[in-house]
Each structure stands twice: as C-alpha cells, then as structure tokens.
C-alpha cells in the first residue's frame, strides 16, 4: 500500500543511506516491500484498532519492518504479514508495560485477540478506522487527511498535496490529531449505522481520493494499479456494510466505470488517450456491467450525493459500447445540475468541454473563459481544456501558452506525451 508518520520517515531514511547493505540482499528486500506494499494499511489498521493509538501503531509496525530487514535475511517466514503483525504487538506490549506508571498512556486492549468477529459488523478493520478518523470530534478539514494517510496508505506528499498543504505542514497537524485520538480517548467503536451518515460522506471522499490518485495515467505503475484496486475493494465492502445506503452504490459506480475504461487510456506508445477518442473496444465490458447494476441500486436507494451525478456522467460516456452516440446534451445538463448542488472547479472545467463538444468550441472556450483565473492559475485541467478549445480560436501564441502549461503542470508522463503530440 503506502508508508505514513515514522515509518515513512525511517523507512526512506533506511533505503537511502544502507542500499548495499549485507542485511538488505535482493531476496529480502523484495519480500519486505510486497509485504509492505500489500499488507501495511491492513496491519496499521489491526493495531491501532487494538491499542486505540495510530501513531504508537505505526511506530511498532516501523520497528517490526527493521526488524525484519534482519531476522529474514536468515530465515523468510511462511506468512510475512502474519510475522510482522506478532512482533508488532509484542512491541506495544512492551510499551505499554513499561507505561504503566504514566495513567495518560493507553491501555492495550487484548493483543492477542485477532478475528473477524471483532470488527463491529465492519468487514475489514480498516473501514473501523476510516470511520474513527472521522468521528466528530476531529476537525473536519483533517477528517480526509488522516484517511487518506493513516488507513489508505498515501505518503504524507501526496496526502499534502490532495489538501494544498505543504507535507511539512501537514506533517504536523497529523501528529496533532493522532496525539489527540490517543489523548482524548476518542472511541473505536463503530456507532450504529443508523447514526453514521454524518461520517460516511467523509469517508467516501477518502475513498475515491485514494482511488483517484491510482487511476493517474502511468504505464506499468504497480503503486497506482494497487491503489485503485485497493479502493474498489474498500468500496465494495462498504456496500456490504451499508447495502440499502445509494450514495455508497453510487460512488461504487462511479469507480467500477472509470476503472472498466481503464485499458484504453494509454495507446501502445504509452500517450494519453482522451474518454471520447477511445476504443471502447478495449473497455472491460464485464466491470462496466457491474458499474451499470451499482448505479442501479444507487438508483434504488435514493443516492443524492455528488457521486450519483457522477455515476451518471460517467455511464452515460460509457454508452459508446452499446451503439450509442455519446449524449453531450444530457452531459451537459448533468454537469449544470452537479455544479448547481456541488460546486467546483473541475466540474466547471469539464461542463465547459462538454458544451464545447455539444455546441461548439467557441461557446465551450467562453464558458471556460468565465471561470476566474485565481481559481485556475496552477490548475492543469484548466489549461488542457483551454488548449483544446481555443486551437483556431485563440491567438497561436495564447495556444502556445495554454499548451505549455498543461504539459507542465502535469507530472504524468502519458499526459505529457499527448500534449507534445497534438
């Protein structure tokens, strides 16, 4: 998955300054980081569900990982995760023994207690600790924050720059609220669903900012690839956990059908390929069809977040596959009823291509041209759009201008490829 809080500080620090070290042969190396890469948010998740403190947690699962990069170097264990989780927790033992005489510390609670029994009806412990990081009493600006940081596995940088944060800064204020989860004593246990939905929607929205972030466009990117992935299967547990809730079926929807489009978002020479030129040939057909019976039953249920206007945006751009012209009028007039219920930037950007699409690029470039430039001056979709719509319109140099910047703001290198194709 990802690193957070002192591991990922250690963990770089380590990798950096011993790459030829004895103990980090090849063989080793790569079996902590599958391990890592596989098991971190689910591990993290357990101990700090079991000790109610996320940063003495991430510490243990820290020094459980060192202490691997030792041990398994003479003898790899069957079961890496299951090691890495025995000797973590014999670390907060340790540590809460020896915080005996301090009564601020916490106390662990039954270490030795692992089933899914203990998970509050919640079929995976990390949707318990989405749902304490965001328990009311957190600010709500660090809700998503922690999410996305703690449980989801995204590094502190990327974390900071979901939040147009500096990640120094964000640093800091995760160590204040994780201090504060463990000082204020903040519960762990999952209220009842009929009393969730003020914390649900902060969830979701980690959940697709995790997905959002695996689904950038970067050829052969294991990282991303695990991320989307990982964010379906959350998604798909909340809809277990909450299988008469539309607004869950509706985001699960929503990321079904953009993951089902995915194998056509990149030509053989690794460019980007826009939603409207692909070959919906090479879409996953039967991940589509699931994101069609999700929306269904978004439908059924009453969703009526942003994700439900989304889900329908994003299978209505899905008809392709079944002989269908795309319908840029009811695109459009979705985006009109999505900016008018939740207001945004980027769909302000993508209301002003489909009515590009729709009634033409000089109606599209005026639309986009409406939106204020403190809004859009680092924003790179902004500058994409600008380009695409005010070719033949605006001066060359304007053009020019636009392009360079999509080309530039972006860090993807399919993006960038298209850009300096077109």
């Known amino acids: 998955m990802g690193f957070s809080g002192t591991f990922t500080r250690w963990w770089f620090r380590r990798s950096s300054s011993c790459p030829s070290s004895d103990v980090m042969t090849p063989s080793v190396n790569d079996i902590v980081n599958e391990t890592i890469r596989t098991s971190y948010g689910r591990l993290l998740a357990i101990l700090a569900s079991e000790s109610h403190d996320v940063m003495s947690a991430e510490d243990a699962l820290s020094e459980a990982v060192e202490q ?61 600790l989405l749902f304490v990081c965001a328990h009311p009493s957190i600010a709500a600006p660090m ?41 204020a004593g903040i519960s762990f246990d999952v209220p009842p669903k009929e009393l969730l939905s003020e914390r649900l929607q902060y969830v979701l929205d980690a959940i697709y900012a995790v997905f959002t972030s695996g689904m950038d466009v970067v050829v052969d990117d294991r990282v991303t690839d695990d991320l989307a992935t990982e964010a379906l299967y959350l998604s798909r547990l909340l809809t277990e956990f909450l299988p008469m809730d539309g607004d869950v079926w509706a985001l699960h ?114 639309e986009l041209l409406s939106i204020p430039q403190d809004l859009v001056r680092q924003h790179q979709p902004y500058w994409a759009a600008l380009y695409i719509l005010g070719k033949g319109i605006l001066t060359d140099e304007e053009t020019e201008h636009a392009k360079s910047l999509a080309i530039g703001l972006s860090s993807n290198p399919a993006i960038r490829a298209f850009f300096q194709s077109v």
């Open 143 to 183: 809700r998503t924050a922690l999410m996305l940081q703690c449980v989801l596995g995204l590094s502190a940088e990327t974390t900071a720059s979901a939040m147009l944060v500096s990640p120094a800064t964000m640093s800091q204020r995760l160590v204040r609220v994780k201090a504060k989860i463990r000082d």
């Open 68 to 128: 691997a990069l030792i041990s398994w170097h003479s003898t790899i264990p069957s079961n890496p995760p299951a090691w890495l989780l025995t000797v973590a927790r014999r670390r907060m033992v340790d540590v809460s023994r020896r915080a005996v005489r301090r009564p601020d510390r916490y106390e662990l609670h039954d270490v030795h207690a692992l089933s899914e029994t203990d998970v509050s009806d919640i079929p995976d412990e990390r949707l318990r």
């Open 253 to 366: 929807s929503l990321m079904l059908s953009s993951h089902g489009r995915k194998p056509a978002r990149v030509s053989v020479d690794g460019t980007y390929v826009p939603l409207h030129q692909q070959d919906f040939r090479l879409w996953n057909a039967d991940v589509l069809d699931e994101a069609e019976h999700a929306l269904r039953q978004a439908t059924l249920y009453g969703a009526r977040s942003r994700y439900m206007i989304e889900a329908m945006i994003s299978s209505a751009h899905s008809s392709r596959r079944i002989g269908h012209q795309t319908p840029w009028p009811l695109i459009v007039e979705m985006y009109h009823q999505l900016i008018h219920l939740y207001p945004s930037v980027g769909a302000q950007i993508a209301r002003a291509v489909a009515i590009g699409e729709c009634r033409g690029y000089e109606e599209g470039l005026t």
